[in-house]
């Protein structure tokens, strides 16, 4: 027997939709949040003219130093991004709603992966994509130093292999940010009786959508490589962020506590930083730092 839409029909069969979907966006540990600073967002696009400086203490002797905004700036625009499942109204009469609880738990789990991917699409891109220096932000050749006498500063290893990632996760801004305006939510369509929709479809459309983006933060809290993961090279990586300077010339005190690894290089990580012997020797790289294993990482 068919049954009658009601509003209260549909109202059961949007909350049903409803947990379903938030069921699936639960059961995800996200990693984005591990990498990256997540900063609200008020407009549509945020602008960080602070990051050109790393906020250190000087010995007060005199007038205070003031120091300006960079006139460079960074900003970060929002970006919109939706995913929409429609219900046949056929569905909804016959009773078969049952069909759709998978859909929406994995819409639900889609939700709650989706910054991981914009946050490693952006990481991905780091090698040709300009960070607040005006340089890639994985790049040779960072400007470091006073106007007018300024040196390059690399950040990155060259090569051809999978890329892995050397960063400081121990500070207040990580080296990526994700900036939020709306938040990932569940939606339905207007009031069934009058959606133009489902007058001219005979479907119900429920969904998700969210304003947000990616961008980056201090390139020297993050060393990019795509050499092979050896423990040469590893050592040299931690060695050059660890000899960061900022613009007058003071140590900036930085120390790798993690390395995000893709697939290629798990088991390479592995052994140079939780095996006790490596050939049968002690291994001194061991519990350096922290594996992050990032399928998403290329």
């Known amino acids: 027997m068919t049954r009658v839409i009601t509003p209260d029909l549909l109202a059961a069969a949007q909350r049903g939709f409803k947990t379903s979907f938030q069921k699936g966006f639960a059961g995800i540990t996200a990693m ?7 900063v609200p967002s008020n407009s549509s696009e945020e602008t960080y003219g602070w990051l050109g400086d790393i906020p250190k203490l000087r010995e007060w002797i005199g007038d205070r130093h003031v120091k300006a905004l960079s006139s460079k700036g960074y900003s970060i625009k929002n970006r919109k991004f939706e995913g929409t499942i429609s219900v046949s109204r056929d569905d909804i009469e016959d009773d078969k709603l049952g069909l759709y609880g998978t859909r929406f738990e994995m819409l639900g789990n889609s939700a709650a992966t989706h910054p991981d991917e914009i946050t490693f699409e952006l990481i ?5 994509t300009l960070c607040y220096d005006g340089q890639n932000f994985f790049d040779t050749d960072h400007p470091v130093g006073k106007p007018g006498a300024e040196a390059s500063v690399s950040n990155m290893q060259t090569g051809a292999g999978a890329t892995w990632i050397l960063v400081d996760l121990s500070r207040p801004l990580k080296p990526f940010i994700f900036q939020k305006r709306r ?3 569940f939606v339905a369509k207007e009031d069934g009786k009058t959606s133009d929709h489902v007058f001219m479809k005979d479907e ?3 969904g998700t959508d969210a304003r947000v983006a990616a961008g980056f933060g201090f390139w020297q809290m993050a060393f990019g490589s795509k050499a092979a993961l050896t423990a040469e090279n590893l050592k040299a990586a931690y060695e050059a962020m660890t000899s960061f300077k900022d613009d007058e010339g003071r140590p900036l005190g930085i120390k790798p506590t ?3 690894v893709g697939s290629t290089n798990v088991f390479e990580a592995r052994e140079l930083l939780i095996a006790e012997q490596i050939a049968g020797t002690t291994n001194t790289l061991r519990n350096l730092v922290q594996i992050i294993e990032a399928p998403l990482l290329q």
Request: zero cysteines.
């Open 32 to 38: 984005y949040a591990s990498v990256a600073t997540i």
């Open 124 to 128: 991905n891109a780091g090698f040709t």
């Open 183 to 185: 938040d990932y939510s």
């Open 204 to 206: 119900y459309l429920y």
């Open 258 to 260: 993690h390395i995000i």
